[in-house]
């Protein structure tokens, strides 16, 4: 079956530090990839996607993200963390196969300390 | 500005007892969805609707419908709420359906927290 994966539950970082938060996806296909970042108590806002092209794509809030097709990865990545950055981050793939297959991964829940 | 605005922010039902969430966009996309996101679980999709076409996932409860009177609004209404109902319950729209343009996004809300007494 289809799916996406995101190893780490939980992540506790140092402000200022760099951080990578992993996401594979178990698909035939490239699928589109997308991160999303979900601050408490608020919804999703999106921070990068890849459709195609260039595999290191850049996002808002100085994230950015590298599609590996070989690892069947795309992990997101920020050289300097800021306290504000402490959220819970979603991976998700779109399928594109039919209807409107779009999964979340469980998540990763980033501590920023200081 | 609000884009895509969810009412009310939390509420509360009783078991068994109907409730309707609403959802409203000021972004003019034709596709609205809806998501039901549990406890430190990841969001799951409930159905969309593409203009007027509704679109229902295989394994969504009968227990929830939706309407889209309009562009404007979607609404959730849970007919009657099981204690496993409680959740977050995230309403996006997008101009398209994910993945036939390459703009294409959701834009979520900030959903509305469900409690069922």
């Known amino acids: 079956a289809q799916s996406v994966t995101q190893p780490d539950i939980h992540i506790t970082v140092s402000e200022g530090a760099s951080l990578e938060l992993r996401c594979n996806y178990s698909?035939?296909?490239?699928?589109?990839l997308f991160w999303y970042v979900q601050s408490p108590g608020q919804g999703l806002q999106l921070l990068l996607k890849?459709?195609?092209?260039?595999?290191l794509v850049q996002g808002i809030k100085g994230f950015e993200a590298e599609f590996k097709r070989s690892q069947s990865s795309f992990n997101l990545r920020k050289p300097s963390v800021h306290w504000s950055d402490a959220a819970e981050y979603f991976c998700?793939?779109?399928?594109?196969?039919?209807?409107?297959?779009?999964?979340f991964g469980t998540g990763t829940s980033l501590t920023v300390i200081p | 500005d609000a884009m895509v605005i969810q009412n009310p922010r939390y509420q509360v039902t009783q078991f068994g007892k109907p409730v309707t969430l609403s959802c409203s966009q000021t972004?003019?996309?034709?596709?609205m969805y809806w998501y039901q996101q549990k406890s430190s679980q990841a969001p799951k999709l409930l159905f969309h609707y593409y203009d007027k076409d509704f679109n229902n996932e295989a394994d969504t409860p009968d227990n929830f419908q939706s309407r889209r009177p309009n562009t404007s609004f979607c609404f959730l209404d849970i007919r009657s709420p099981g204690l496993g109902d409680a959740a977050m319950y995230l309403c996006a729209t997008s101009p398209r359906p994910v993945g036939r343009g390459r703009s294409d996004t959701q834009y979520f809300g900030p959903g509305t927290r469900l409690t069922v007494l």
């Open positions: 890849y459709f195609s092209g260039d595999t």
């Open positions: 998700a793939v779109f399928l594109g196969v039919t209807g409107n297959q779009f999964y």
């Open positions: 698909y035939g296909a490239t699928p589109y």
């Open positions: 972004l003019n996309h034709n596709v």
